[in-house]
Each structure stands twice: as structure tokens, then as C-alpha cells.
Nanobody
Framework: QVQLVESGGGLVQPGGSLRLSCAAS????????MGWYRQAPGKERELVAA???????NYADSVKGRFTISRDNTKNSVYLQMNSLKPEDTAVYYC???????????????WGQGTQVTVSS
């Protein structure tokens, strides 16, 4: 059983910073990509940032220059450093991983339970 466990959400003032963490646990053969999505009330879930096994990254235009995604392959973990936060960054942030479970063929997609980020004065 593969699980993604997130931490690091909370309430922060505009201009502040937060760091989200996500660790994948369980029987994992390999992880091809990890990333963060977010969903604000009344909106669809959207990609925030993703990082693949070779370290290549992809960011939503709205967070470029403010957010940084990083990955620790030895810990099956991904991090999102969020700086210069804006009220429009308020959302539930979900960790995502595309991986091959041990003993299985083919890649599967997994989601964390979500962590609330609220940017407000």
C-alpha cells in the first residue's frame, strides 16, 4: 500500500512564506515524478509544480519566480518552498506522485490527503 503524507500548510500573511513537504511510503519500485496541485473553492484542481526523476521541473505561470519545488530521492520526498505568497494562492494543496509499486507492472498515480494553505491578513 502506497501512501503520500503531506505537512506544512497553515495560515500566513501576504508576502510570507511556507514550506510544504510530502513523503511517499510503502512498497515502491520507482517514482517517475512528484508534484503539487492545488484547488481553491469553486475552482478546478490545477498543477502548481512538478519535478521528474532527472530533476527537471515545471511550474504554473502564476507561481514562477515565487515557488520552488525540490525532491529528495533517497527519502521519496518532495518539497514546495512558497515565497511572496498572495491571497490568490489560498487553496488546498495536494501532493501527487506517479510511480511503479513494487511487484506491479505499469505506473500508477497517487494523491495525498491535501493540506490547507491560507494567505490572509
Amino acid at each position: 500500500q502506497v501512501q503520500l503524507v503531506e505537512s506544512g500548510g497553515g495560515l500566513v500573511q501576504p508576502g510570507g512564506s511556507l514550506r510544504l513537504s510530502c513523503a511517499a511510503s510503502g512498497s515502491i519500485f520507482s517514482i517517475s515524478s512528484m508534484g503539487w496541485y492545488r484547488q481553491a473553492p469553486g475552482k478546478e484542481r490545477e498543477l502548481v509544480a512538478a519535478i521528474v526523476s532527472d530533476g527537471s521541473t515545471n511550474y504554473a505561470d502564476s507561481v514562477k519566480g515565487r515557488f520552488t519545488i525540490s525532491r529528495d530521492n533517497t527519502k521519496n520526498s518532495v518539497y514546495l518552498q512558497m515565497n511572496s505568497l498572495k491571497p490568490e494562492d489560498t487553496a488546498v494543496y495536494y501532493c501527487n506522485a506517479k510511480l511503479i509499486p513494487l511487484g506491479r507492472w505499469g505506473q500508477s498515480e497517487y494523491w495525498g490527503q491535501g493540506t490547507q494553505v491560507t494567505v490572509s491578513s
